[in-house]
């Protein structure tokens, strides 16, 4: 379950935390003929590809190309088989203790499926990390500490043997780096290296890539335990697939992004690029698909430093699929969960929110598909010996702060209307319902955004039609006008859904002991104090609703709607936006 509290580093951690309420593998031999490369000077930092390698895929290719074409600073490795490597990218999910966690919106509010949003609708996600910085190899703690941006774990004040730390790869798995584990099989020694040795491997089933981690993991316990992570009584990190939490949050930039940015672009901050230079997918204008992957690398980085988590291979996670529904995933789990569309994709099928599900099985077997790979992540235990006592303690102090708080005996609709409030230590109640407030009121203003330019455009479509134009174009202009009209009428209804969420959440706030909201926002505002202007935009929400708790009655329900968004979001609310 979710917890109520977090921490994030300025301009770091980009998370927004705003929780709803209803969230109750092998040895191979080093290649000689690639020492001499692997020995030598490494190619200059860069976060994006030079424009040579879009022309590479013809080319026998350089060992490089399979497993690191694009080093940058900050590189975290490992060996492999066949004079290989895996390399990934230090993610930092801060929490101030081990029963906390990092929160940040899933899912996406519009990937052009709106009457499908069940597939992947927006909600509150909850992360953190395996690793405290004791916890990893001493050369790795030392580029870590050197790292500014990463200078996470611990947040100043928060006690340096907190977990905080977690490793994704920073590219799809090659077909070279598959063959070398699973395979045995090191191109120079039984085969030639081809130009599809750096393609992600795909046509592989998720228990092959399950398969994969587990035999990769024993192949490093085996040949190389120093250059793990580890804990006490024998305990390693270990490799396999990532969360969907953990892998979109990566995706969109981590912590090397803004709240808002966060939260609210539809993919990680571009800076001006066009997507082709960070995506391999099929543009609307393509009259089709490419023809077959590009390697690995062969587009620019996101801001955590991963290549291709938009388009080229969709990727498997972890856990199955689930549907989204109110903010929360639904009970029934599913097939394979793919993430981050394939070059065979649209641009709206590749936002890192977008979700998918594949089968296990086929009547011919384990589900396999040309456009579908994977990347790894490296974790840990979140029980080692060395936290069990602290766990326990952590427990203790919860439960004494909150001894009449029973989640599994309030129901969502007694937790809404107030029932739930007990005392005024019920501090774990009114938080939940306090950052259901939150999290309704940043979803208004998400939609407000999008209802704005919506109406503009929908304004310049009727500007449009009112011109002498060929009857052709006419229909065009139509058409579009028609398209606008039904997304903004879609934007306002998932608004209103919103709003009917935050006056559900002011109206139980309003039934709560005083004393206990006041200190669950002043346990906020402090947790957010000095983070610039993320600080700022929280500290004005949680005005917002104190007012609203003074004042606003809801006599007769529905009465106070206008007046909550003409308050709330009045720089972007038109006259046409209350209709």
Not at 81 to 104: H, I, N, T, Y
Not at 400 to 418: F, L, R, V
Not at 448 to 454: E, F, Q, V
Request: net charge neutral; aromatic share 8%; hydrophobic share 40%.
């Amino acid at each position: 379950m979710c917890n109520a509290r977090f921490c994030i580093q300025k301009r770091e951690a980009a998370a927004q935390p705003l929780q709803r309420l209803r969230l109750a593998a092998m040895s191979g031999a080093v290649l000689l003929i690639f020492a001499a490369f692997l020995a030598g000077t490494q190619a200059a930092a860069q976060e994006c590809p030079s424009p040579e390698r879009h022309q590479l895929s013809n080319r026998v290719p350089l060992i490089r190309n399979m497993v690191d074409p694009n080093p940058i600073d900050g590189d975290f490795v490992l060996p492999m088989p066949c004079g290989g490597k895996m390399v990934f990218r230090l993610v930092c999910a801060p929490a101030p203790a081990l029963l906390e966690d990092l929160r940040f919106f899933a899912g996406c509010a519009n990937c052009q499926r709106t009457t499908t949003a069940f597939m992947e609708d927006r909600r509150p996600a909850c992360l953190a990390g395996a690793f405290a910085s004791a916890d990893l190899p001493e050369a790795w703690q030392k580029k870590a500490a050197a790292m500014e941006k990463e200078r996470c774990c611990p947040e100043p004040g928060t006690d340096p043997g907190l977990p905080c730390y977690y490793f994704i790869g920073k590219y799809e798995v090659s077909r070279f780096q598959w063959d070398a584990v699973m395979e045995a099989d090191c191109p120079g020694w039984d085969r030639l290296v081809t130009s599809d040795d750096p393609r992600p491997k795909t046509d592989i089933s998720w228990f092959e890539a399950v398969d994969f981690t587990s035999r990769y993991t024993g192949w490093l316990i085996e040949n190389h335990p120093e250059l793990l992570p580890r804990f006490a009584g024998g305990r390693f990190g270990h490799l396999r697939l990532p969360t969907e939490v953990e892998w979109e949050y990566a995706a969109r930039g981590g912590h090397r992004v803004s709240i808002e940015e966060l939260n609210h672009e539809a993919f990680f901050p571009l800076h001006g690029r066009p997507l082709s230079d960070y995506a391999v997918y099929t543009a609307a204008s393509a009259p089709k698909p490419p023809e077959k992957l590009a390697w690995i690398g062969s587009r620019c980085a996101n801001p955590l430093g991963l290549f291709d988590t938009a388009g080229n291979a969709a990727e498997m996670m972890l856990e199955p699929f689930r549907f989204v529904v109110e903010s929360r995933l639904h009970g029934a789990a599913g097939g394979v969960l793919l993430k981050g569309g394939s070059f065979r994709r649209r641009r709206s099928e590749i936002l890192p929110g977008r979700r998918e599900e594949a089968p296990f099985f086929l009547e011919t077997g384990a589900f396999r598909s040309g456009d579908v790979g994977f990347r790894v992540v490296l974790s840990g235990i979140v029980t080692p010996a060395g936290r069990i006592d602290r766990l326990k303690n952590e427990w203790q102090v919860r439960q004494e702060k909150q001894p009449n708080w029973d989640a599994s005996a309030a129901t969502p609709s007694e937790a809404a209307s107030g029932e739930a409030f007990q005392t005024s230590e019920d501090a774990a109640s009114v938080s939940r319902v306090l950052w259901q407030a939150l999290f309704s009121a940043e979803s208004i203003l998400t939609h407000a955004r999008r209802i704005d330019t919506l109406q503009k455009r929908l304004v310049g479509w009727d500007a449009l039609k009112k011109e002498a134009v060929p009857e052709v174009e006419l229909e065009y202009l139509t058409r579009r006008r028609n398209a606008t009209a039904e997304r903004l009428a879609q934007e306002k209804a998932a608004r209103d859904r919103f709003l009917d969420l935050y006056v559900d959440s002011i109206r139980a706030l309003q039934q709560a002991p005083g004393a206990a909201v006041q200190e669950q926002i002043g346990a906020l505002l402090n947790s957010w104090a000095g983070r610039g202007g993320d600080d700022t935009a929280i500290s004005g929400r949680l005005d917002t609703i104190q007012r609203h708790i003074r004042s606003v009655s809801f006599q007769p329900p529905g009465s106070e709607n206008e007046k909550i968004l003409d308050e709330f979001v009045p720089e972007l609310i038109p006259p046409s936006f209350r209709e």
